[in-house]
């Protein structure tokens, strides 16, 4: 058997305000030289300015990190010419890395027909580009709109052979849900890498809206870091990082593919993650 080491992935979103824009640079200046195995920038499900936002900060991070680049495209808001259209602008950038995403339907906005699921967008960025790397999503414990975990893995198998070349999970805060789900997909004979999605919590505020909006099981520690630093931002953060520093390790030590670290655009954290993890996944860059 070969073995291979796991990668080391950062995501960032394009901001929605100039301070925003300006902390984001910032950010991105102090990744440099990280080497990551690729940066991936998120996108709008709503067809909100793609270009001016996506793949504008892709181009950025093309242009000034040197390192491989994925865009999100959420799917169910666009039509095929529109698609077709930003591959070619992509092609044109040399950004062949997509994340190929159905997005959440939002109430009130009826989908275009064109792709209804991941994988429809999947097989048709294969077709139109067969040499472009599509990542799908993946969901340890669910997607929401899944009947159940039988129906969900099913679709997802359904999903890597329609030309998913890796996976991206979900965040999680419980390892054994990301190796029970792994399990269960190598029982389906889903065999891409699947990178596991890791997002350190650093204050009160995100972890309130992770708890709201992410069907993550939050296990007793966490909850105790939580409770214990709910008045204390600093020691918080502190042990938010070094919560998601035991994951990774447990994750690497046990074989990952790949982390996949939601930086929340904040160079700090990811700096740190990466000082305290990076001879893990045999990197060399340097955090200053
Ligand atoms: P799909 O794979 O299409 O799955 C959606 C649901 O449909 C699932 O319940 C699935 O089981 C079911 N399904 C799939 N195929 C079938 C079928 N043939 N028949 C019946 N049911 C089926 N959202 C954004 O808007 N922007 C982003 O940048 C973004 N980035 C993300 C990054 C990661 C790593 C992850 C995990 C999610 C991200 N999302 C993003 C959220 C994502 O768009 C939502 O979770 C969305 O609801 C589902 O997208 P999907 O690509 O997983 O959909």
């Known amino acids: ?124 960025i294969k077709q139109e580009k067969p040499d472009f790397t599509v990542s799908g999503a993946c969901y340890p414990e669910v997607h929401p709109d899944s009947k159940n975990r039988i129906d969900d893995i099913k679709h997802l198998k359904n999903k890597v052979d329609s030309g998913c070349d890796q996976l991206i999970t979900q965040l999680f805060y419980d ?7 792994q399990e269960e997909c190598a029982i389906a004979d889903i065999n ?20 709201e909006n992410c069907a993550a099981r939050l296990p007793k520690k966490f909850i105790n870091i939580l409770d214990k630093y709910k008045d204390n931002p600093v020691s918080l953060k502190e042990a938010g990082i070094a919560y998601a520093v035991d994951q990774i390790v447990d994750l690497v030590t046990n074989d990952v593919s790949g982390v996949h670290l939601y930086t929340m655009n904040k160079a700090d954290t990811a700096k740190h993650i990466f000082k305290n993890t990076a001879s893990l996944f045999h990197l060399d860059g340097v955090a200053e």
């Open 1 to 124: 058997m070969t073995e291979t080491n796991p990668t080391l992935s950062f995501e960032v979103f394009p901001p929605n305000s100039q301070v925003g824009v300006d902390n984001l640079t910032d950010t991105l200046d102090q990744l440099k030289g990280l080497n990551p195995s690729f940066i991936s920038v998120t996108a709008s499900n709503h067809k909100l300015n793609y270009e001016e936002t996506t793949i504008n900060l892709a181009k950025y991070v093309k242009d000034n990190l040197h390192c491989h680049t994925m865009v999100h495209m959420p799917a169910a808001y666009v039509t095929k010419t529109e698609v077709r259209s930003i591959l070619n602008r992509l092609e044109k950038m040399n950004i062949h890395q997509v994340l190929a995403l159905r997005g959440d339907i939002v109430e009130g906005y009826v989908p275009e027909k064109d792709f209804k699921y991941a994988s429809d967008l999947t097989q048709f």
């Open 175 to 181: 390892n054994e849900q990301f190796y029970r789900f």
């Open 192 to 211: 891409v890498p699947i990178l596991a999605g890791i997002m350190p919590i650093v204050n009160r505020k995100q972890a309130l809206h992770v708890i």
